[in-house]
């Protein structure tokens, strides 16, 4: 496990709402963040708004409002969706702030200074929703964006370009030296392809809008938004405390999505290269949603509200089921469906009905107090065996597989069922044989003590909800019997998840 860890979600674009897009990025990280911390690492995360650049000043004309109450209002709702998703951010980087263009200025001194931009004349085809430029055979029919199917515009500028050119050799070798850099590594052949095929110089200034840093050496030209925006990784340390960035940087992981893959594997670590700064270390890539087999769209209009979802479902059940399929090396599908039959199957079934029975039998037949343990059989030491090997899940989260330790913890809870219903505790006590009784109960009380633990990057609300039906207090990520006897457990009847219809 890595003694410090700095984790980062993109910084989103505020023209329009959250999304499930934003909230599956910014629950990966979360998630990345808990479990590292909870296993010891120090850990930095910081998520945050990309404000400028051609999209946002459009969008804040369409909504004739101006530029700053509607960056400052789109912005709140990122961090209102971080709220109510249970998002543990450090740092909130807006690239609107003062410091964040300093350090953005700082940057592109040294890059200009190091020789490595020049002055000179762009003719190309624009997506603005991409804020990026395009060779005719990137796009669909020579003419239309084939992640947002709009039309593409044709531009000339005056520019100033980076000479990413010079940098393939670099990259290659820097490629060669880290071959764990791009995650999952099915992704990473596709790009190495691409740089090996030569790179062209990228064109980093605009003059045909102003909304953005000026470019320190013209000024004319503000800086293209996506050498702004990946500088937000450096200027949200700084701006998070002064002694952050020696401390924290560089990141251990950038989490991005499929479509964003060549700004942070090839452009970020060239730009770093050339300021003299330590590249990250790892860029994990993830595919897209796709909502009931369709591309999720304002204009097919099954945008999936991440508020919406917290409001009906509840954010834990919403962050469980993002998690459970979080296939990260391929896209996924929500479905309404599927998250309800989840909901009922996994949460409510396998987890929810093993404490609601635990605790309705040790209220039955144990005072509710949670029984000191006495003779252990093979088959108990079997079971807290398998409770207890925490290999698989640890590995999977060194490995930024969610999905993975999360089917771990599941399969240990199903264990525990079938536990259970073999030693049947019920039967013990009805036949005099209290200790036995007492010993299943205390064992699996302990085991699910344990596992909330495992569940808390997961699911901290519900996690922290199951310790208190448990009513226990210890924090402990050690399975030991000692640290749940003699715990009171819930009189009152809770339920843990609500199954859905
Ligand atoms: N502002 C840039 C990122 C700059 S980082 C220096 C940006 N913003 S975004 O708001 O358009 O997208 C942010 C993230 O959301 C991206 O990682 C993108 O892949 C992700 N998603 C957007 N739609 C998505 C889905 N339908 N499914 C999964 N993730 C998707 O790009």
Redesign the pocket.
């Known amino acids: 496990m890595d003694k410090k860890f700095y984790v980062t979600t993109?910084?989103?674009?505020i023209n329009g709402s959250p999304?499930?897009?934003?909230a599956?990025?910014s629950i990966i990280a979360d998630v990345m963040a808990r479990a590292y911390q909870s296993l010891g690492s120090d850990v930095f995360f910081l998520t945050g708004t990309?404000e400028h650049g051609q999209k946002i000043a459009e969008a804040a004309a369409d909504a004739h409002m101006d530029i700053q109450t509607f960056i400052d209002q789109r912005s709140g709702e990122f961090r209102k969706m971080n709220e109510c998703l249970g998002i543990s951010n450090l740092h909130f980087i807006r690239t609107s702030s003062a410091t964040h263009e300093e350090v953005v200025t700082e940057i592109i001194t040294t890059i200009y200074n190091k020789g490595d931009i020049y002055a000179g004349k762009y003719r190309g085809l624009y997506c603005v929703a991409c804020e990026a430029y395009y060779t005719p055979d990137e796009l669909l029919d020579g003419k239309h964006c084939k992640t947002h199917l709009t039309e593409v515009r044709e531009l000339e500028e005056d520019t100033y370009f980076f000479k990413l050119s010079n940098f393939q050799q670099k990259l290659l070798e820097f490629y060669s030296a880290n071959p764990d850099f791009i995650l999952p590594k099915e992704r990473a052949s596709e790009i190495l392809n691409r740089v090996k095929g030569g790179l062209d110089d990228l064109c980093i200034t605009r003059t045909t809008f102003d909304w953005g840093i000026r470019f320190p050496f013209n000024e004319k030209h503000v800086l293209y938004v996506?050498v702004d925006?990946?500088c937000?990784?450096i200027s949200g340390l700084k701006e998070s405390n002064t002694l952050h960035y020696n401390k924290y940087w560089p990141p251990n992981l950038h989490i991005?999505?499929?479509?964003?893959s060549w700004?942070?594997t090839v452009i970020w670590p060239a730009l770093l290269l050339s300021a003299g700064i330590t590249p990250p270390h790892h860029i994990l890539i993830?595919?897209?949603?796709?909502v009931e087999g369709e591309k999720?769209s304002k204009t097919r209009g099954n945008v999936i509200d991440p508020f919406e979802m917290s409001q009906k479902y509840g954010s834990d059940v919403f962050r469980f089921y993002l998690m459970y399929n979080a296939h990260i090396s391929s896209d996924s599908n929500f479905s309404l469906l599927e998250l309800k039959q989840q909901n009922n199957a996994i949460l409510a079934n396998n987890i929810g009905n093993l404490v609601s029975r635990v605790v309705t039998l040790l209220n039955q037949y144990c005072d509710g107090i949670i029984p000191i343990v006495g003779k252990l059989e093979l088959e108990d030491e079997r079971i807290i065996a398998i409770i207890k090997y925490t290999k698989k899940y640890t590995e999977a989260l060194e490995e930024y597989n969610v999905r993975n330790a999360l089917l771990d913890v599941i399969e240990k809870f199903s264990e525990l069922n079938k536990y259970i219903t073999r030693e049947k505790p019920w039967d013990d006590f009805k036949n005099n044989n209290r200790e036995s009784g007492e010993k299943t109960l205390a064992l699996i009380a302990e085991s699910i003590r344990f596992l909330s633990f495992c569940l808390d990057p997961f699911m901290p609300l519900k996690s922290q909800e199951m310790r208190s039906i448990l009513g226990t207090k210890n924090l402990s990520f050690q399975f030991s019997f000692k640290n749940s006897e003699g715990s009171k457990v819930l009189t009152e009847k809770k339920i843990l998840f609500v199954k859905l219809d």
């Open positions: 993109p910084i989103y674009y999304h499930l897009g934003h599956y990025t990309d996506w925006a990946l937000n990784y991005v999505g499929k479509d964003i700004f942070h993830h595919g897209w949603w796709t999720m």
